[in-house]
T-cell receptor, first 115, second 114 residues
Framework: NAGVTQTPKFRVLKTGQSMTLLCAQD?????MYWYRQDPGMGLRLIHY???????AKGEVPDGYNVSRLKKQNFLLGLESAAPSQTSVYFC??????????????FGPGTRLTVL | DQQVKQNSPSLSVQEGRISILNCDYT??????FLWYKKYPAEGPTFLIS?????DKNEDGRFTVFLNKSAKHLSLHIVPSQPGDSAVYFC?????????????FGTGTRLTIIP
């Protein structure tokens, strides 16, 4: 049981390049999330998904796209990377039960640098 | 508009003493609160939570207090240990409004001095 995994762990891009970050979870969770963490800003929600085939915008969605074609995977895409997207990206997942004590489980993060 | 605020970016505490981390929120719809702990180069991990129907929740060395009237919560760690050195994030959820989302604070870096 690997939990939440993220690929890649590190990446350096040039301005204008594109890339896709992959998040995978093996807990059969319904909800999945993409966050970015910047110094002094905490964790900010980029996009999220409440189930396979669904996506929704979070707090800072501009410049990113997502897809949830399979329940276990949540992809984050940058079509044309900008230096402002230099950040650490975290994926998280959460199960859906009757208890509101459900918490989010986070992956180890992807450190992205855009030059 | 920062709905969850952690006004202390950092805190240093002697080993064995009590660590108190604070969090304030502005959205009165928040009814569930969580604390996450994050080590460098790792993802955040869940630490402890509290529902708005309670004012205290304890789990071993960790206790979270909620003051709804002041819209304030705090995390107490006693006794503090070197392994507690990490960044702590406060998070909040409005269960009946956007239940699927958490709003995070900016984090407090706790350093335990041996």
């Amino acid at each position: 049981n690997a939990g939440v995994t993220q690929t890649p762990k590190f990446r350096v891009l040039k301005t204008g390049q594109s890339m896709t970050l992959l998040c995978a979870q093996d807990m059969n969770h319904e909800y999945m999330y993409w966050y970015r963490q910047d110094p002094g800003m905490g964790l900010r929600l980029i996009h999220y998904s409440v189930g396979e085939g669904t996506t929704a915008k979070g707090e800072v969605p501009d410049g990113y796209n997502v897809s949830r074609l399979k329940k276990q995977n949540f992809l984050l895409g940058l079509e044309s990377a900008a230096p402002s997207q230099t950040s650490v990206y975290f994926c998280a997942s959460r199960g859906v039960t009757a208890s509101k004590e459900d918490t989010q489980y986070f992956g180890p993060g992807t450190r992205l640098t855009v030059l | 508009d920062q709905q969850v605020k952690q006004n202390s970016p950092s805190l240093s505490v002697q080993e064995g003493r009590i660590s108190i981390l604070n969090c304030d929120y502005t959205n009165s719809m928040f009814d569930y609160f969580l604390w996450y702990k994050k080590y460098p180069a790792e993802g955040p991990t869940f630490l402890i939570s509290i529902s708005s129907i309670k004012d205290k929740n304890e789990d071993g060395r960790f206790t979270v207090f909620l003051n709804k009237s002041a819209k304030h919560l705090s995390l107490h760690i006693v006794p503090s240990q070197p392994g507690d050195s990490a960044v702590y994030f406060c998070a909040a959820r409005a269960t009946n409004f956007g239940n699927e989302k958490l709003t995070f604070g900016t984090g407090t870096r706790l350093t335990i001095i041996p």
